[in-house]
């Protein structure tokens, strides 16, 4: 999505950030800059922040700035 600076007319592409606790049914999401690891902890941060925890399992996406090494495991 564009953001257009309102004073230098600049135009900069958000990134939105989307977290889902899938059985409470909570939502957290917010735009930010890139997907870069500081942008991408600091978002989870936030996040975690504001539901006051943090689940027993984070399960990421694909994003490169979360995968280091691709794995076939299957987490029980």
């Not at 999401?29 to 027993?56: K, Y």
């Amino acid at each position: 999505m564009p953001v257009i600076d309102r004073h230098s007319g600049e135009i900069r592409q958000e990134q939105m950030f989307v977290a889902v606790l899938g059985a409470s049914g909570y939502t957290f999401a917010e735009a930010t800059w890139s997907q870069q690891l500081p942008d991408w902890l600091g978002s989870h941060t936030r996040c975690f922040a504001f539901l006051g925890g943090v689940p027993e399992i984070v399960v990421p996406d694909n994003l490169r700035s979360a995968v280091s090494k691709s794995s076939n495991r299957t987490l029980l």
